[in-house]
């Protein structure tokens, strides 16, 4: 056991921020892909990494969001890397952080999203090459030594289940599992159209640890969903809210929530009954430090 | 023929195709007006799916599956109406892409599904698109409009670029709107685009309102 679902009993755990903004902050550049400066650029990796541990964060995950064979093939412009060899050396870059980190009892999380392509009546993926492709990336996770597996931003409930299955069938570390939903009139949904209920009694069922939700909500929009999940299931929930809705400067998206707004949004979301919390697009160092220091004080 | 329009509506809501299929060879068998078919049955179908999308009720995939019943009906009555008398307004020729650098496909796709099923005539010419092939397929296919779609703010200056080039080529009369996640109104009268488009929805009434 390495001890996540234990620590996760005893305290709210803190997961780490965005990894593509911190990364075109420093040169990635249009048509990159962010999964390539594994291996192009490990040092910035490293660096990040670390800085998300300086903040506070208990878990930091690799930066493997789009390293799946599928994905990887249509986000890589000059040739995809190979997937094996990229998902380890990410995760071995975000170990070495932890290793090198001065405190213990911090953990990897193995990075895991969408394919980038849709199930019929939207697209053409199959069930099987779903699965296939996240075998391939997880098992690669796996040999690069990651505590947990985080299945983020699904949009499609059955990309989540594959991808869980996936999991499960190379490893027996806990999986954990966000969707990604809007805020629609009738309560939140995915852009498919898979409500909180669905995720609650899908996701469980497959085995995932912790379920939640990430991205497209705001910190503000994302408190009430946390009270919705709480009411449906016993399943420790985390919840990763983008820094504010992004507004274009100069040709570039700013996001421009100030971290503290955004940790009182995630305190709120801790009383509503999350068990773990952290940021998605546009969040930095910076709101897991002002998120830690709330969390300290609770 | 007032049950018959209620059920081609009907078939478009539910994404029923091959019932769609088969109430548009119908109203040819039959002799049916169709223009007050297409209008009145099919299209009040597909207004209803997009109100309803809108509305939170129905999602993506039903969406989709609206629009594709919606191709279906249209693919057979169309030709019925060509050179006929009193055939449709012609509502205009867009030419959609994501821009270069960009991938994402889906919402275009979904822009282009709907400006389809509404009326229009498409090219969609994918993702990754250059900036010079919008221009030169607009000028080419005699467009109304060009649709570009942008999911990341390091592709969307293309947007701003496409818009470049049609004045460089005194192609201002084609009509250009933008979308994707990160733009906005705001950002389509910054780069002079004659409309943002939020949604499949929104495009579609965008470009209604502004063609002809």
Redesign the interface.
Known sequence: MNGFLEALRERVMLFDGGMGSML?AVGL???EAPDEWSIKRPEVLLDVHTKYLEAGADVIQTNTFGATSIKLA??CRDGAPETAALNIRAAKIARQALDEFILGGRFLAGDIGPT?E?FP???TLSVDAARNAFREQAAALERGGVDLYLIETMYDIREAVEAIRAVKEVSDKPVVCELTMER???GY?????DSPEKAAEILVAEGAAVIGANCSLTSGEMIDLAGEMRSLTEAPLLFQPNAGK?E?AG???VYRQDPEAFAVDLIKMVEAGASAVGGCCGTTPDFIRAVRARLDRM | MKEHLKECMQAIID?DTERSEKLAKLTLEKGMPVLEVINKGFVAGIREVGRLWE????????L??GA?AMKMAMGILRPALEGGEGGPDRLGHVVIGTIE?D?HD?GK?LVATMLAANGFEVTDLGADVPVAKFVETAEEKGADWIAISAL??????GQ?KVIEQLEAKSLGNIRVMVGG????A??AS?IGADGYAGDAVAAVALAKGKTG
């Not at chain 1, 949904?189 to 159209?193: H, K, L, Q, R």
């Not at chain 2, 996640?181 to 906005?184: E, L």
């Open positions: 075109i550049v249009d048509g249509a986000s980038g849709f009546p939207m697209g629609k009139k009738k949904f995915t852009i498919m159209g992004p274009m040709g570039k998206a | 994404g509305e939170g009720e129905l999602f993506l995939p039903e989709v599956i594709d650098g991938i889906i796709t990341l703010t390091t592709t969307m200056p701003k996640a990160p733009c906005s705001e950002w910054e």
